[in-house]
């Protein structure tokens, strides 16, 4: 069974920091792009970062500078480091996993978030 | 980046056909080509349900279809059942980027 799963939110300052992690299971891993995507309360879907199989990284706008993604295929985990919080990055932070073939491809796999809370 | 509209609501009875529309509001047309479908229901992750267009992956129900048109793609929803209540949102990528529609609140009456 393919399974994605987050871990790693909590509730945080503003200004605060915090890493997130990313375990897959029942796949090749290293197979595959592995996106972040995060709904802000009561919104839609916003893509944040990826980290290509080809050890590509690519980042939202809105968050390059603040946010660093990396991998380690031995543990089939992908983390998120996330500094400088705001309370606009209050969301459900997802991973979402895209077969790596260097071709347009959907988000085959998703797992079922970790809640990031930034409040005063 | 992709601007992609949807609307905000769509509902029917169980037993109908709904279409959900997705507009690209932005030049760069190109990469619509690579249109996705995902439906969210409450308190869950997203699940693949239509890929490049038209494509349904393994046990995706045949009820969900998919089509293009221009700029604006479509996602047809037939038979509607209960368990069709749900988020549905469309999705632009390339190999390095993807952007979501507004997202679909799909009601079941």
């Known amino acids: 069974e393919v399974q994605l799963v987050e871990s790693g939110g909590g509730s945080v300052h503003p200004g605060s920091s915090l890493r997130l992690s990313c375990e897959g299971s029942?796949?090749?891993?290293?197979?595959?792009?592995i996106n972040w995507v995060r709904q802000r309360p009561g919104k839609g879907l916003e893509w944040v970062s990826a980290f290509g199989s080809a050890g590509d990284t690519y980042y939202a706008d809105f968050v390059k500078g603040r946010f660093t993604v990396s991998r380690e295929n031995v543990k089939d985990s992908v983390y998120l480091q996330m500094t400088n919080l705001g309370l606009g990055d209050t969301a459900v932070y997802y991973c979402?996993?895209?077969?790596?073939?260097?071709?347009?491809?959907?988000?085959?796999?998703w797992g079922q978030g970790t809640l990031v809370t930034v409040s005063s | 980046q992709s601007a992609l509209t949807q609307p905000a609501s769509v509902s029917g009875s169980p037993g109908q056909s709904i279409t959900i529309s997705c507009t690209e509001t932005?030049?760069?047309?190109?990469?619509?080509?690579?249109v996705s479908w995902y439906q969210q229901h409450p308190g869950k992750g997203p699940k693949l349900i239509i890929y490049a267009v038209s494509n349904r992956p393994s046990g995706v129900s045949n009820r969900f279809s998919g089509s293009k048109s221009g700029n604006t793609a479509s996602l047809t929803i037939s038979g509607l059942q209960a368990e069709d209540e749900a988020d549905y949102y469309c999705s632009s990528y390339t190999s390095s980027t993807t952007a979501f529609g507004t997202g679909t609140k799909v009601s079941v009456l």
């Open positions: 979402a996993a895209r077969y790596g073939s260097g071709s347009p491809e959907p988000l085959d796999y």
């Open positions: 932005n030049s760069d047309i190109g990469h619509f080509n690579y």
């Open positions: 029942g796949f090749v891993f290293s197979a595959y792009d």
